[in-house]
T-cell receptor, first 113, second 114 residues
């Protein structure tokens, strides 16, 4: 079956702009999590959605938001981009709860200039 | 608070040698434990996981890990390194009382010398 699909793969934006990233989970997976990965901070949890409801939230400012649709697809939005938002954004899906392990997408590489 | 410590940000081994990547966690309750691998410019791939049952867990690509509760460790091993094993490896734990949120180690970059 198809894996987790993230679009776009690469993105270049200017400071102050906003960006929306998309994640399509594995068919049947209802949980979608988002992570930010940077060389300095490593993997940092952004939020998790399950059945269209935000279940967990990491320690990020309100500029970072997300949502999940009824078909489990998820989007992440970052407003008023800052240089420090440059990172690899990873999406992961799981069937029910995280103890079964997450399947990750290849990520979206966001560069803010 | 729960945490995960991976000893060594970089580990270098010769091709054919034993691979040992260390992971220790702090938790007051038994966790679920995972090892993920990340190749350059790619997402993370699940190598293996421990939830319950046998403490020695076998994963993909010849890797295995052993859960040692007394040592709060979940070290990753492979008997013989291959050039294709060069990647970054992440240990993670999740707890039922954290709503299964994953807590990640900082990662260990495995370098294979020819």
């Amino acid at each position: 079956k198809a894996g987790v699909t993230q679009t776009p793969r690469y993105l270049i934006k200017t400071r102050g702009q906003q960006v929306t990233l998309s994640c399509s989970p594995i068919s049947g997976h209802r949980s979608v999590s988002w992570y930010q990965q940077t060389p300095g901070q490593g993997l940092q949890f952004l939020f998790e959605y399950f059945s269209e409801t935000q279940r967990n939230k990491g320690n990020f400012p309100g500029r970072f938001s997300g949502r999940q649709f009824s078909n489990s697809r998820s989007e992440m939005n970052v407003s008023t981009l800052e240089l420090g938002d440059s990172a690899l954004y990873l999406c992961a899906s799981s069937s029910k709860t995280g103890n079964y392990g997450y399947t990750f997408g290849s990520g979206t590489r966001l560069t803010v200039v | 608070a729960q945490s995960v410590t991976q000893l060594g940000s970089h580990v270098s081994v010769s091709e054919g040698a034993l691979v040992l990547l260390r992971c220790n966690y702090s938790s007051s309750v038994p966790p679920y434990l995972f090892w993920y691998v990340q190749y350059p410019n790619q997402g993370l791939q699940l190598l293996l996981k421990y939830t319950t049952g046998a403490t020695l867990v076998k994963g993909i690509n010849g890797f295995e890990a052993e859960f040692k509760k007394s040592e709060t460790s979940f070290h990753l091993t492979k008997p013989s390194a291959h050039m294709s094993d060069a990647a970054e490896y992440f240990c993670a734990v999740t707890l039922m009382d954290s709503n299964y949120q994953l807590i990640w180690g900082a990662g260990t970059k495995l370098i294979i010398k020819p």
